[in-house]
């Protein structure tokens, strides 16, 4: 069968190793076969396909004796230690459309059926996105839902340069309005794995997620046609997130969940459940994992894990019986198949080959349940041991452009400068609504009452769906001034310079009537960047006098909060786009202000956000105009539609009462 080089996607490829020679069947240019497991389904792995957009010569030299090679042309090498954050580094790939239709409909993941789920394509999880390393990802997403606007984030991905794209409503555009359709292009810089869900108040946690892969090198090798699809691990409640919301308010605290899934499958109760999600492995053989989303710690009994990556971010392998993974968080890991395999596990189960070919289901009966009991590990809320995390390609931070190390605790104490400028944020809940309402058109409250909601910055973060971020940067003053925006600007800052946050969380409700604070780890999430994580500590920040607790504020004062302090690494640190805000701790962060635009910083717990537990940065404002020069009008004309939209009672579905119509945070 003869194909036709835009087609190349969908072609069947075993290249059994010989990847240099498959590639010399396309007269010299690059065709890259990858290592999906057949268990997947099809008869072979995505093609990342280079032969229309890099220069003759260039070759595959990606397969199972080197994965950390992708692309070679004499000596110049395309591999693990390319700069991926330089997009003239990068190789250039294909454009790959898809499409997603947003709907509601029941489903039923673990036998109960949730009767407002809200899925991609109609399914749960939505479709696997697969991609490879340079290509442009064309994605239209389509707005079946009734009473609801919609937007899609692709989390992880950097959008350098093309924040417009980030599907974060209230932000970069307004939510796609009911029967409306809007289309996300961006290129894929970066490579490992990550997921695409809903960025529309609480929507994804009814089924608005779905997995994405892009396919490129690692820092480890693994056997050919042995990596499988990303497994999502969530948690999951019988009842939608929209009736639990108001619950929350009421209380304060999220709803406790009901059930775990994995990849969208689990078991509930005593009656008829879906089959336990299982994975077959061959033994003595090296296979690849993607671990992506909620705070679980995830083992395989008897088995060792070796990690290689964390969110887009390849590191230096290192072994593990389990490993830690936070909610947006995600690792590649390897797994190695036993020499004398047996059955095991609970929640899923993972199985050999030798066991589903050889055994005959309709005459022997069902394949055994496995029987191996998981092994006791660290279940506290944190992230992987820090000194594990080590990015392959190493970054040097720089001293921070954003603090004036001539300023003391007091003058910031005091207001000595401004809330747009600040570096030190504060995690913690406060009363809004009634006469605690704050000024000028603070967040929604249901009938005026006061409900506890959580902040980080100056207010409970809200934002207006109808007016984003990115059609209004003509008015910043005015959009610094609304203290439920939580702006903070960058200006004029350069790619070689680096911004520092300190984010700190409480240990107890204070005493003098500031902020209050749950005891909880929360996953913070920056968009629009990797960031480097310089401590992460559970001591606490401030001072607690009357438990007779010296905070670490004192260590680092702004005259030392600077790579000289010999408590903060700046020496290739670990860096990731989701960090675990200790309990009762602090992080101290740092990115690059290198990709202009308006990005969000949040809690992905997604009660909390919605509450208000996030903040924007603009960046580097000045440049705004010229990115987004080609997608604004379709932008205003995305905004235009979902205006009128809204404009109309009739489409709320609590149309007695249009302003109920948001409550929450939004995104």
Known sequence: MVYHPDEYKDVPLRTGGNELEFSALFKDRPVVGTPKSPQEGGRGGLVCDYTKTMPKGWRSCYGPKNRTCWLRRGDEYIDINTDYEDPAEVPQGKLRRFHLEVSEQPISPNGMTMEHGKIFNRRYPGPWIEACWGDTIESTVKNNLRWNGTSVHWHGIRQFRSFQHDGVNGITECPIAPGDSFTYRFRALQYGSAWYHSHYSLQYGDGLLGPMTIYGPSTANYDDDLTFRPLLLTDWNHRSVFEDWPLMLESGAAPSMTNILINGTGQF????????????????????????????????????????????????????????IGIGQRYHVIVHGLDNPYEQERWAIVRYNWTYTTVNTTEDGPLPQPLSEPPLYDINCSDEPYEKLVPHIPWTVGDPVNIDP???????????????????????????????????????IPDDKQYTRWDMHIAPFRINFSDPTLLALDRLEDLVDRPYLDVITLDNATEDQWIWMVITAPDKVPQNGGKIFFPAAHPMHLHGHDFAVLRQSDKNWYNDSAINHVGERWMFTPDKLNCRHPNLTCDNPPRRDVVLLPATGYVIIAFKADNPGAWIFHCHIAFHASSGLAMQIIENKNEIEEIMEHDKQDIEQSCARWREWHSNPGNHWDWHHPDHFHDDLGV
């Open 406 to 444: 001539t300023l003391t605790w007091a003058d910031i104490d005091n207001n000595k400068i401004k809330n747009n400028t600040k570096y030190v944020f504060n995690v913690g809940m406060i009363k809004s609504g009634g006469n605690a309402s704050f000024p000028l058109n603070g967040p929604y």
């Open 269 to 324: 109760g005593y009656g008829k459940s879906p089959e336990k999600y299982t994975l077959y492995l061959n033994a003595t053989k090296d296979h690849k994992l993607i671990l992506v989303d909620t705070t679980f710690v995830f083992s395989i009994d008897g088995h060792k894990l070796r990690v290689i990556e964390m969110d887009f971010v390849p590191i230096k392998p290192y072994e593990t019986d389990s490993i830690k």
